[in-house]
């Protein structure tokens, strides 16, 4: 691979301005300066430092966003503003784009990367990564509720009715409940609920498979993560687990 083309994929800068950092005497390549845009580099063993910092290769990249309410899930929108403008300018790197979407009225957890394949994997119905939500409620969580979301409740849909995949959901409060979910409609959660009569006035996406929302990590905030991080989004956890991870750090989320 060509030592730009490295930095281009690697960092921020545009394959114009890594040559022009390679020109200006900037770069090492394994100890030694190189002045060269096109000289040759190996990503997985090659040592390549810009101005002593070290420039890590990673095939893919997996970024861990807090989003909150009001910023919609696409990578780039000309009027409001989208997950990838929270980015720091070193980190909104080509092809990365959220892996799924959260809808503007909703915070929590959301995976930005550049892996299709995951993505994929994330969205596919055979694979579907489950996805658990706290929704803070106008009325109490009934079993009513309960028992209607595990049958698989209606949604208009068009001109017709369909039935959602069976979701379970549990109250940690009167009214506050998860809710686990195996597919993506659109504001799936709240209709869930407005269908079975009450009202969702705040919903946070507390968990994606089994990796959790860090408490410590604050709305609009992120974290870089690895492959091995980002799969287990694709492993379900028990919901009363979830539930218990929840109770311990969101219970009091919307209390200001």
Request: glycine residues 6%; proline residues 6%.
């Amino acid at each position: 691979m060509r030592l730009d083309r490295f930095f281009s994929e690697q960092t921020a800068y545009s394959r114009k301005e890594a040559s022009a950092l390679i020109r200006s005497g900037a770069v090492t390549l394994n100890g030694a300066v190189v002045r060269k845009p096109d000289a040759a580099v190996q990503p997985e063993t090659d040592a390549v430092f810009l101005r002593g910092e070290p420039v890590i290769y990673q095939k893919h990249r997996y970024i861990l966003l807090h989003k909150p309410e009001g910023v919609i899930t696409a990578s780039r929108d000309r009027a409001q503003k989208t997950v990838l403008d929270l980015l720091n300018p070193q980190d909104r790197l080509p092809g990365l784009a959220p892996a799924g979407r959260l809808d503007k009225d909703t915070s929590g957890l959301l995976l930005i990367t550049d892996d299709g394949q995951l993505t994929h994997k994330m969205l596919s119905p055979k694979s579907h990564a489950p996805k658990y939500y706290l929704a803070a409620l106008r009325d109490p969580f009934t079993p009513q509720i309960k028992a209607a979301f595990r049958a698989g409740i209606l949604l208009r849909e068009g001109d017709t009715e369909e039935a959602c995949l069976p979701a379970e959901s549990e109250a940690i409060a009167e009214r506050l409940a998860v809710v686990e979910l195996h597919e993506g409609r659109y504001h799936q959660v709240r209709r869930m609920f407005a269908a079975a009569g009450n009202f969702v006035e705040h919903l946070l996406r507390v968990q994606i498979g089994c990796v959790p929302l860090p408490p410590d990590l604050s709305a609009g905030a992120y974290l870089h993560i690895f492959y091995k991080d980002a799969e287990n989004m694709l492993i379900k956890s028990h919901i009363s687990d979830v539930c218990a991870f929840t109770s311990r750090n969101y219970s009091s989320y919307w209390i200001k």
